[in-house]
């Protein structure tokens, strides 16, 4: 599923640097508005990704100087080179599922499901495949890996589970809605 307010995140951002660069600042102003709805809304509907974090440890003090006006070509080079790392690694490896990861090596991971009705258990079997034999049965039923086959149910298992030992409270569940597109 694509991720469209993390797309238009970084275009917004691009838009950004170049009415810097033509010192628009008034118009990076909006630009930087947007950039923050953007991620704002993004967060509540697609979750937070890693390679946003990237691109936002730049933005934030890069508002500084739209706001105070000033032109630095240092800063300039150095937010360019935040947004085009991200961008570059959802080119290359996916928006954050890592659907073009490429693996190598001459086998596939085989995956089967099975849920055992006397204890109500459910149990994953990951093992190497012949790429062949991949490409026929990964179709089947119970044969892909749902990361989230639960929902929030799931989401929530995360987050407890990423606590210290014996806290109660669990992680916001915002953090891991990303997961549930793997």
Do not use: W
Request: charged residues 20%.
């Amino acid at each position: 599923m694509p991720r469209t307010q993390e797309r238009q995140m970084y275009f917004l951002g691009l838009c950004l640097a170049v009415f810097y660069i033509l010192e628009q600042y008034e118009i990076c102003m909006v630009f930087s508005v947007l950039v923050m709805l953007t991620v704002i809304v993004g967060y509540l509907t697609e979750g937070y990704r890693f390679f946003q974090g990237i691109y936002l440890i730049m933005f934030l003090p890069f508002n500084a100087l739209i706001y105070l006006r000033l032109f630095k070509i240092e800063a300039l080079i150095t937010y360019g080179v935040f947004l085009a790392i991200p961008i570059m690694l959802n080119y290359t490896f996916g928006e954050g599922d890592f659907s073009k990861f490429k693996i190598t090596g001459p086998y596939h991971v085989g995956f089967r499901e099975i849920y055992t009705e006397d204890n109500e258990q459910e149990l994953s079997i990951f093992y190497p495949m012949d790429p062949n034999e991949y490409n026929l049965r990964i179709k089947e039923k119970g044969r892909n890996a749902y990361f989230m086959r639960h929902g929030f149910e799931s989401r929530l298992a995360i987050a407890k589970a990423v606590q210290p030992y014996g806290s109660k409270k669990a992680a916001s569940t915002y953090l891991y809605k990303f997961l549930e597109d793997i």
